[in-house]
């Protein structure tokens, strides 16, 4: 069993490391030992690698349970709330952050390779499969780049609050409120005299 301390000083963050082994060993002093806080700067990290670790400091909050089963990060400071939860390290992410502060409102699904969907502020966007874009779903460049190459189904909300969608590459969507094929006849411009 690893029982470690970590803290932040002038010099940078070093870690303190204790292992414990053999038939005299108490358990109750070691989590005592790591529970009393020297200073604020101090972090409390309690690990049984593989099957279970916590850390905490600065208001984040980390666990694992058979590690790399399942994951979870979150953090609470003010109006601002963040919580992660990770299965399988890449397999599924379910993110949200919130900061009341400023009402911004953060929602992120990935199950790799399916789906990648997510909600920024009321406007839901995503799609399925998503290869690439479930393990960088942030990355700015994978997903207006690469993601469009594998994305037989997209979806995305308009300001005004309409959903949009596409698929199999935009052989049929629908946009506006109109469904719309590879080929259509716009009778509004014709009507109006401007299609010809």
């Given at each position: 069993?690893?029982?470690?301390?970590?803290?932040?000083?002038?010099l940078?963050?070093y870690e303190?490391?204790?292992?414990?082994e053999?038939?005299?060993?108490?358990?109750?002093?070691?989590?005592?030992?790591?529970s009393?806080?020297?200073?604020e700067?101090?972090y409390?990290?309690?690990?049984?690698?593989p099957?279970?670790?916590?850390?905490?400091?600065r208001?984040v909050a980390s666990?694992?349970?058979?590690?790399p089963?399942?994951?979870?990060?979150?953090q609470d400071v003010d109006?601002?709330?963040?919580?992660?939860r990770?299965?399988g390290?890449?397999?599924l992410r379910r993110?949200r952050m919130?900061?009341?502060?400023s009402?911004?409102d953060e929602r992120?699904?990935?199950?790799f390779?399916v789906?990648?969907?997510?909600c920024?502020d009321?406007r839901r966007?995503?799609?399925?499969?998503?290869?690439v874009?479930?393990?960088?779903?942030?990355n700015?460049?994978?997903?207006?780049?690469?993601?469009?190459?594998y994305?037989?189904l997209r979806w995305?909300?308009?300001?005004?609050?309409?959903?949009?969608?596409?698929a199999a590459w935009?052989?049929v969507?629908?946009?506006?409120g109109r469904i719309?094929?590879?080929w259509?006849?716009?009778l509004d411009a014709?009507?109006?005299?401007?299609?010809g």
């Amino acid at each position: 069993m690893t029982v470690s301390t970590a803290q932040h000083s002038a010099l940078g963050e070093y870690e303190l490391e204790d292992e414990y082994e053999g038939e005299d060993f108490d358990l109750g002093g070691v989590i005592q030992g790591i529970s009393g806080l020297l200073g604020e700067s101090e972090y409390r990290i309690w690990r049984v690698f593989p099957v279970y670790g916590r850390s905490e400091g600065r208001g984040v909050a980390s666990r694992f349970y058979a590690w790399p089963a399942y994951r979870t990060k979150s953090q609470d400071v003010d109006e601002f709330h963040y919580r992660r939860r990770d299965v399988g390290l890449v397999l599924l992410r379910r993110q949200r952050m919130e900061n009341e502060e400023s009402g911004r409102d953060e929602r992120l699904l990935t199950v790799f390779p399916v789906l990648r969907h997510a909600c920024d502020d009321g406007r839901r966007y995503g799609q399925t499969p998503a290869l690439v874009d479930s393990l960088m779903p942030k990355n700015r460049g994978v997903l207006e780049l690469w993601a469009p190459l594998y994305g037989i189904l997209r979806w995305d909300t308009r300001p005004d609050g309409e959903r949009d969608w596409n698929a199999a590459w935009g052989l049929v969507a629908r946009e506006s409120g109109r469904i719309r094929g590879p080929w259509y006849l716009d009778l509004d411009a014709a009507e109006h005299g401007d299609g010809g």
